[in-house]
């Protein structure tokens, strides 16, 4: 059975542009939800979706937005990109999105913004 | 509100020696806590669950940990340390009783000497 896949693996950008990333959850998992790595912040919870809503949101502006298609395939946008946004995101599935459930990760997507 | 405090940014142990990497939750309600591992250029990866089910938790590896709900602390130990256990250990607790959205600690970074 295939893992998370996100791509890119890396991606480089100028402030002000946006960027999109992409995950693919393991096959069967309905919930998809992404955080963001920093050395100084850690992980921090961003977003989940769960059979195409929204379910749960964390402190982020608004520049930070999400989707999830019917085939469970989750992206990540990011507007106007600030220097600040420079980080590793990362993607994780579970089955059914419980709150004592596993989570599977990826391997995430380095972005540096320039 | 939910929170996870991990009470080391680094712990250092000689090969062989137990090791223990601690970490103090705050909780509004019965919370499900976790251990996950990051080893370099790797995805996380669960080491072990708490969901109310027992208070001591066996993972892989041969790591534990005892939730203490009168100490508020879920700390993860070892008893012997093997060199393939450096890494970094991020306590978890969730912050939602719908869906996953969870708050991650800063992380332990493990060094192992031989």
């Known amino acids: 059975k295939a893992g998370v896949t996100q791509t890119p693996r890396y991606l480089i950008k100028t402030r002000g542009q946006q960027v999109t990333l992409s995950c693919s959850p393991i096959s069967g998992h309905r919930s998809v939800s992404w955080y963001q790595q920093t050395p100084g912040q850690g992980l921090q919870f961003l977003f989940e979706?769960?059979?195409?809503?929204?379910?749960n949101k964390g402190n982020f502006p608004g520049r930070f937005s999400g989707r999830q298609f019917s085939n469970s395939r989750s992206e990540m946008n990011v507007s106007t990109l600030e220097l600040g946004d420079s980080a590793l995101y990362l993607c994780a599935s579970s089955g059914q999105g419980a709150a004592n459930e596993k989570l599977f990760f990826g391997s995430g997507t380095q972005l540096s913004v320039l | 509100a939910q929170s996870v405090t991990q009470l080391d940014s680094h712990v250092s142990v000689s090969e062989g020696t137990p090791v223990l990497l601690r970490c103090n939750y705050s909780?509004?309600?019965?919370?499900?806590l976790f251990w996950y591992v990051q080893h370099p250029n790797k995805g996380l990866q669960l080491l072990l669950k708490y969901t109310s089910a027992a208070t001591l938790v066996k993972g892989i590896n041969g790591f534990e940990a005892e939730f203490k709900k009168s100490e508020t602390s879920f700390h993860l130990t070892k008893p012997s340390a093997h060199m393939s256990d450096a890494a970094e250990y991020f306590c978890?607790?969730?912050?939602?009783?719908?869906?996953?959205?969870?708050?991650f600690g800063t992380g332990t970074s493990l060094t192992v000497i031989p």
């Open positions: 979706y769960f059979s195409e809503t929204q379910r």
């Open positions: 909780s509004s309600y019965s919370p499900s």
């Open positions: 978890v607790v969730t912050a939602s009783n719908t869906g996953n959205q969870f708050y």
